[in-house]
T-cell receptor, first 115, second 107 residues
Framework: EPEVTQTPSHQVTQMGQEVILRCVPI?????FYWYRQILGQKVEFLVS????????KSEIFDDQFSVERPDGSNFTLKIRSTKLEDSAMYFC?????????????FGPGTRLTVL | KNEVEQSPQNLTAQEGEFITINCSYS?????LHWLQQHPGGGIVSLFM???GKKKHGRLIATINIQEKHSSLHITASHPRDSAVYIC?????????FGAGTILRVKS
């Protein structure tokens, strides 16, 4: 069964460093998402991406964040200068169509620890 | 802004019990999702529904659009059902999540 994959599973970085989190969505899916979950808190939406551009983003997704689909299969989230409060589990998801009518499939997550 | 409230926050049940988890939301939506999060963190979609009722094995999900309320039922609960159950609503082109219900089923 096709699945969303994410790498790495755990990333440890120093404050101020850049990190890139990678995702491979399900191959025929057209919509891609990043969510994050700070330990003990609810899952929060970061950004949605369709047709090679951001379709919606949250207040959390400021200038320090960017997303890219560099090669038609990978979908990346970059944090330019990490802060302590960026420590969280980051989930990538994809769906065949818009989220109004389509299930989202989640990757296993990348745990980001900023020291 | 859509707020999603779940109850209860924590639920402990004996194996075999019938379980209900509730979800309410504040504004109109196009779809509601029930998700399961395992202790390792992975999230699995259980149901997406916009009206009525859906059933998959021992899981049943219902939604009342007029009352802005959904329920997830687990029949004949089993220790392997222990997980966090999350309600999320479609709002724009994103999901807005509830805080989750931590379910523990004891044998």
């Amino acid at each position: 069964e096709p699945e969303v994959t994410q790498t790495p599973s755990h990333q440890v970085t120093q404050m101020g460093q850049e990190v890139i989190l990678r995702c491979v969505p399900i191959s025929n899916h057209l919509y891609f998402y990043w969510y994050r979950q700070i330990l003990g808190q609810k899952v929060e939406f970061l950004v949605s991406f369709y047709n090679n551009e951001i379709s919606e983003k949250s207040e959390i997704f400021d200038d320090q964040f960017s997303v890219e689909r560099p090669d038609g299969s990978n979908f990346t989230l970059k944090i330019r200068s990490t802060k302590l409060e960026d420590s969280a589990m980051y989930f990538c998801a994809s769906s065949e169509g818009t989220t109004s009518y389509n299930e989202q499939f989640f990757g296993p997550g990348t745990r980001l620890t900023v020291l | 802004k859509n707020e999603v409230e779940q109850s209860p926050q924590n639920l402990t049940a004996q194996e075999g019990e019938f379980i209900t988890i509730n979800c309410s939301y504040s504004v109109g939506i196009s779809a509601l999702h029930w998700l399961q999060q395992h202790p390792g963190g992975g999230i699995v979609s259980l149901f997406m529904l916009s009206s009525g009722k859906k059933k998959h094995g021992r899981l049943i999900a219902t939604i009342n659009i007029q009352e802005k309320h959904s329920s997830l039922h687990i029949t004949a609960s089993h220790p392997r059902d222990s997980a966090v159950y999350i309600c999320a609503v479609t709002y724009g082109n994103k999901l807005v999540f509830g805080a989750g219900t931590i379910l523990r089923v004891k044998s």
